[in-house]
Structures are given as C-alpha cells and as structure tokens.
C-alpha cells in the first residue's frame, strides 16, 4: 500500500519510469541510433568532404553495386520461403512424428554450435569440383560431377545449401516451441470432427503458428540480408559477382577500400530496402 | 584536520608513492600485429628486449587476409595501437596515402649496400622511407621427380640458363597428367597478383599500371591477353585445380598429386620434411620468346605515426632490420628470405634445404625479380585484379574479363 500511495503523485511516477528507462535508452542511442546517424551523415561524404548525393548516384551507375543489389534480393526471395518451409516441415516432425525427438532436435542444433566461419571452411573443401566430397557421393550415386563454387551458375545455390545446414535447425527450434504452444484439445476437437491432418494443418496449426512464424521469418530475412562470413571465406562475391552480396561489397568498400563515404551509402540502402521487406512480411503475417 | 581527513591524505600519499614506484619500473610495452605465427617473432623479441631492457614488445598474430583490414580499422581513426605492423610493401604507397605509416627516412642511410634494392625501393615513396624492410621473396618451380620420371619427362635443370618455358612447362604438365598426376601444373597463389605478375611481364604485357601514370590502369593490351590465356587454358583443361583456395595448394604438391608446383622458398621445410616425398627445384619459368621476369617483395616493418612509444618503436624496427644481430635473429625466426644481404648467406647456409637454392635465389634478386607497382591505388588494384584472376580460373573468357577488370579499376581508381 505504501508502495502505491508513494507512486501516485502523477509528475513522480512518470520520473520513476523515465529513470527506470535511462540505461535502456542510453543503450539504445549509443549502440543504435547514433552509429545509424553518423552512417547516414556519412552517406553524404567523401573523405571528409560533403558532396550530396555523389555517394548514391556513383552506386547505382557501378555495375558492381547494382549487381550486388540484384544478387542479394535473388537470394533472399529463394532462400528465406525455402529456409522457412523446411524449418517448418521438420518441427512438425519433431512434434510428433518421430521417434527419440530430442534426439534430433540436439543433432539438428549442432551446425547452430559451430562458428560459420569453420563451417565454411569444411564446406568449401567438400564443394571442390575435383576432389571434394559433394561430386564423390554425386559420382558413386551415378550423377556427374558439379563445379559448384566455381560456377556462376551454381555458386549461390552452394551457399544457400551451406547457410541452410546452419539455419534449418535453428529456425526449426523455435517453430517448435511455438507447436507446442497450440493447445492439444483443439487438435483433438478437430480429429472428433473428422478433420484430416491436413485441414488440421491447414485451418489450425498454421493460423496458429502466425506469430512464431513471423518472428522466424522477419529474423531470418534479417540474417540473410547480413550474410557476410561464408562470402567472404569462399568466394570474395564471384564467380563472375554471382555471390557478390551486398554486405561484401560494404565491408570491401568500409575495411579494404577505406572508402567510408560509399560504404555508409550502400548500408543506408541495405537498411532501406531491409525495412521495406520487413513492413511487409509483418503485414502479411500479422494476427488478424 | 579531522581524523578521517587524515587517514585520507596519508592513503593518498602511500598510493602516489607506490603509483610513483610502479612509473619507475614499468616498461614500455610496444604493440605489434603482424601476420606471422607467434614463434616466427620470438627470436628477435627476445634478443631486442635483452637488448633494451627497458621495453617489452607484445605480438600479436593475425591472419594474412585479415591484415589490411585490421590495420585499417584500427588506425584509420588516429588509434595509437598497435605502434608497430607489419606493412605488406606494395600497400606502402596507400598506407602513406592514409596517413598511417611515420616517416623513417632519417634510418635510411644504413640502409644502402644493407639490404636488397629492390626491398628499399618498396619501402620508399618519393624518395622517403616509410617502413623498414624485413624479407624479400622469390619464387621457384618443384617438380615431383617420381611423376615426371614415370612420364619420362626430363628432370629440369636448376641453371637459370636452362630455364623452362610456360608452354613447355604445361606441355611436361600433360605428359605427367597422361602417366598419372592428378595436376599437372599448380601455382602456389594461385589467383594472387603477386604471383601472376612475371606472367603478364614476361608475355611483355606490364605491370597493369600504366608507366606515366599510377592511377590509370593498363589492363587491355596483348600480354595480359596472352599471359591470361594461357592461365585460362591452365584450368580449362584440367592442368591445375579449380575451386581450391591459396592456402590448399601447397598440399597438392606435398602429398604427391602435383608435377610442377610454382611456389616459394617458405615451402622448402614443408616438403623435404614430407615422408616419400622426392622433389627437385628448377627457376621460375617465362615465356617464349620474353622477358624473364620473377616475383618479389614481402614484408616491411612500419610504425603507427600516432603511437604514444614512436621513439621505441622505431628502435626496434631499426634493431630487426639492420642490427647485424636483431636481423640475424628476425631472419632465424622467419619462413622467407631476409631483405638484408649480410644476413642472407648466413640463413641460406645454416637452413638451406636444397644444395643451391641459395644460390637460385640470390640469382633472381639481382636479375630477374620485380616488384609490384608502387601505386596509392594497389589495394583496389589487388582487390579487382584477384576477382578477375579467380573469373578466368573458372572459365570467364580472359579478354572479356580483363576489360570488365580496366572499367571496374577505372572507376575505383577515380574515388582516390
């Protein structure tokens, strides 16, 4: 009672919040929305110099910058609906169609455990075209051999395999806890009714599963706009710019180029176009 | 004054005296990163810090594709640390570009008759020095004597006089592939400038910058286009390997599947201690019909012009790079050559591998070798030259390429 009476004083309580939100905010405008400022500031600037729109017009004149924006929005229209649907399929295994479901569920978090760098790594050895162990189990299975990295045609499709390794388990993690949560007596009401597995995925367990699903799909969009370590590792954005995602042409242009300007002009696209497609999917994945 | 005041101001002073003691004992501590292992550092720490007691240098080791980029995070904002980098000798002309490197001319005199020309002149920029040479390089060609004994090839002579051309050297390649190798051909870099360079100049094409002006690139012309066929083809027809990186293809030699390998010095420990490995070294080779020309430049030893130890820091760059025992014990820890000469008898004749490589060597560093043009724009040179190098590896058509190469240069070129 105490307590209450003392917080009642309308001014008090609203200090007591603000204070209370101080540390939180200050993180969040030093870590978020002073770096995402300056880079913006710094969009407009060559070294040191303000020059406009100089940074922005040179981008989308360079066929390298243009081609890397393609590249990244190709991948990311393939890689996240398929990323997300295998997670999906393989939660619903986990849930209830399969024997020793810890079991698999550790086995399909254990890429989770190990850094992208070193699974890159191990991954490029086994795409090589002549030796590795991808085309020697193609080979003994009686399909021809593959040039994957080395292909313009089949590089992303190697990287999207490697970054699925990795983000199938994890994401099928979380789309797990979120089955869980349907309440079993609905399932059991729909079997009464003489619903298949089907209607019931269909009309419940997806209706359901909207908001486990957006969040997955928003936080796995994001990480695969930010794709970065296996580019980097494997192929330096070829053959021919195929891999070029865009966050390899930022950090080429931040670390190697030194050429802060274009660097914080490219991020302010990636984070632009980023928010548009975000907006998007929680709209279309938002509880109606 | 009342007690806890007392108490108070005597703790002060006790703390003052002891921070005082702690002044007067500490060392200067000098930060280096480089991206040589930590025990290539040991020997010449040691001796320096025996030396100056009174300094203690801590290394750290990064790897080399991460080193430019380190550098550049870390002192592009005025950062004081690391005082000492090592600087990669073609990226001197940026570096100094940038601000980055102190000015060491007043070191160079005892440099001349001291160290390889050719390593002060890629430490220099009009005329200053800029960091202090540490190694050369060059490169050589292995060959597995079993493969190309089983192919009935003969064995390469080691005379520079007697050197292999490239088209005989892929033409021996086949033959070997033919009895049994699984390459025929690999070449250490594989898709670095540093080793396709002697390509391009030897096939008479340049460097790729143009001689009258270090910002325009020279790219499109008929020995880049012959010396970039030719490693086209390389790959084309299976002669070398695609879709292994850099740091794979010294095992492709190593463990017998390789007849040639063009590779450095730093590999000869790695092969003579590979059980049933038999390998000879001839000199790198060249084109029909032009230049000989082989690769060199390494490392040089810089120091941040921001750092609060600059005095130091440019005693012990001094004392690894001149001192006749500092640079005999960076020589002892280091996998490649010395760029001091006094030294270089003494490392090849303690270490040396392979009777006569030494001599080999010696020879390339006063004929044939070349180094990479000293240009503020070397580092988008590298960057856009290497994704070219790796597009024909893969089967881009080399003239194509090459012109995407000069435009993308080009407007890179026109950021500087």
Known sequence: MFGIRRFRPAGGQAVTAILFLVPALLVLVAFRLWPAALSVAGSFQHNGEWVGLDNYIFLFQSDTAVQSLIVTLIYNVIINPVQIAIAFALALLLVDKIVAPSVWRSLLLIPVGIPLAVSSVVWGIAFRPDDGAINAILMALGFPAQPWLTSPDQALLAIMILVSWVGVGYWAFFLTAGLKDIPSSLLEAARIDGATYWQALRYIVI?????????????????????FPPIRILTAGGPS?????????VFLNAFTYDDQG??????????AVLLLVVSLQFRFLRDR | ??????????????????SFAGVASAQTVLQFVGPEQPSAMEPVIAAFEAAHPDIQVEYESVPFNDLNNIIQARLSDGGTTPDIYTADQPRIAALVDRGLLAD?????????????????????????????PISTSSQLLYYNIDLLEAAGIPLPSMDPEGRMTWEALAEAGAAAQAEGAQYGVVLDQINRYYQLQPLMESAGGGSGVSPNDPLVPDLVNDGWLRAMTYYHDLFDSGLGPRGVPVEQTPDLFANGQTAFFVGGPWWLPRMTGTDGLRFGIAPHPYFDGGEVVTPTGAWSWGVNPNSEHLEEAV??????????????????????PPANMAVFDTYYSEGQEVEGVGELILHELTETARIRPPTRGYIQFEQILGQAFEDIRNGADPATALEQAQSQLERAWSRL
Not at chain 2, 1 to 18: D, E, F, I, Q, R
Not at chain 2, 315 to 336: C, K, N, Q, Y
Request: proline letters at 6%.
């Open chain 1, 262 to 271: 274009l660097a914080s002009a490219e991020m302010v696209i990636l984070i």
């Open chain 2, 1 to 18: 004054m009342k007690p806890l005041a007392k108490v108070s101001s005597v703790t002060l002073v006790a703390l003052g005296a002891l």
């Open chain 2, 104 to 132: 060491l001319s007043d070191q160079a005199d005892g440099l001349t008759g001291v160290m390889w020309p050719a390593a002060v002149e890629a430490s220099s920029i009009d005329g200053q020095l800029y960091a202090m």
């Open chain 1, 241 to 249: 710019g195929s891999t070029n995602l865009i966050m390899h042409e």
């Open chain 1, 207 to 227: 209706p359901l599963m909207k908001r486990p699903l957006a969040f997955v799909l928003v936080a796995n969009t994001v990480s695969n706009f930010l794709l």
């Open chain 2, 315 to 336: 005693t012990f760059v001094s004392f690894a790079s001149t001192d006749p025992v500092g640079s005999l014990e960076t020589a002892r820890g280091f996998p490649i």
